[in-house]
């Protein structure tokens, strides 16, 4: 028979017994995992637990850089109301492999079940209460009871990198830019890093007067054209060659943007994309309807110029291929 959780922690000399006996007690006051009670006590930290139940339901530990953005596609493969009920959440989909986190990774009878009702076959990952419950809200709108909400900036604080983690991740992307073999891997590797910092990012492509979504995170655009108006924001990026940050205001020609995104906005950033002097492309930001951007502006900067490089590049290598 399999120990209890918290036995285990005791077993590896995670947590002492009496710290266990004190988040047992915690648990049948407030209720919620013993994990969670541990983390809330400061017997432990939410990364380590996590780590800890990877070893114990012997299943990967979802990393929290997969949950920042998630594609709404993805999400969509699980409803709001199976999501609930299961307490799991999607994050990456192969053809018919569909990667889930989830508090119970070993529960068969509930994997049969997604299995039954998504028609995907189930990859488990585990994940913890505090994480899951900031992720439902985030994606699905499921509200978390206060508890969840002042537990979850210790996810913040744990997830932030130190300065040889962004240094190496800098390199590992500028070498990603540098290796790209076309388009669509580059503009991945952009929208990636940039949806890392902002929760809806979105690349438009130009084609004469016609502005067309092309790839996002975090909003639909799939499908969505429309001609280029002389007096929107677009246009004016355009033509100034510059990037703009501000609201998105209701004025004569922002009206599609409006429609995709939802509503006006506090706060947006449009930058272009350039191929040498030529304008290809917009980058669109946003952190929602309500919600202001960090000032991370040069680091975008970067990121776009980068990505600009990179199709030069891109277009260098099938010249040369064509020779």
């Not at 990179?310 to 040369?320: A, D, P, W, Y």
Request: glycine fraction near 6%; charged fraction near 25%.
């Amino acid at each position: 028979m399999k120990m209890k959780l918290g036995e285990a922690l005791v077993g590896d000399s995670l947590i002492t017994r009496e710290q266990l006996k004190e988040a047992l007690e915690r648990q049948v006051m407030f209720g919620g995992r013993i994990g969670t009670n541990i983390v809330e006590r400061g017997f432990m930290k939410e990364v380590d637990l996590a780590a800890f139940l990877g070893r114990y339901f012997r299943v990967p530990v979802v990393d929290p850089v997969l949950l920042a953005s998630i594609d709404p596609e993805i999400i969509e493969c699980i409803s709001r109301d199976i999501a609930e009920k299961y307490r799991v959440l999607p994050f990456k989909k192969e053809r018919k492999r569909l990667h889930l986190a989830m508090m119970e990774p070993t529960l068969h009878e509930n994997i049969d079940a997604l299995r039954f009702k998504t028609t995907y076959d189930i990859i488990p990952y585990v994940i913890t209460e505090i994480r899951l419950m900031y992720a439902l809200e985030k994606y699905y709108g499921i509200q978390r009871s206060l508890r969840y909400i002042s537990t979850s900036q210790q996810l913040v604080d744990d997830d932030k990198p130190t300065v040889a983690d962004d240094k190496a991740a800098l390199l590992k992307l500028k070498e990603g830019f540098c290796s790209a073999k076309d388009k669509e891997e580059i503009v991945g590797l952009l929208l990636h890093a940039v949806g890392k910092i902002y929760s809806r990012v979105a690349i438009f492509l130009l084609k004469g007067e016609t502005v067309a979504g092309w790839k996002s995170r975090g909003l639909n655009i799939d499908r969505e054209t429309f001609r280029l108006d002389p007096h929107s924001l677009f246009s004016e990026v355009i033509t100034g060659k510059h990037y703009y940050r501000g609201p998105l205001l209701k004025v004569p020609g922002n009206e599609p943007l409006i429609k995709i995104v939802g509503g006006t906005l506090q706060d947006c950033l449009v930058i272009p994309v350039q191929i040498r002097e030529k304008i290809i492309g917009l980058l669109y930001i946003d952190n929602g309807i309500s919600s202001v951007l960090d000032a991370n502006l040069g680091y975008i900067n970067s990121l776009v110029s980068m990505a600009s490089i990179s199709f030069e590049i891109s277009i260098l290598r099938r010249k040369i291929f064509d020779l």
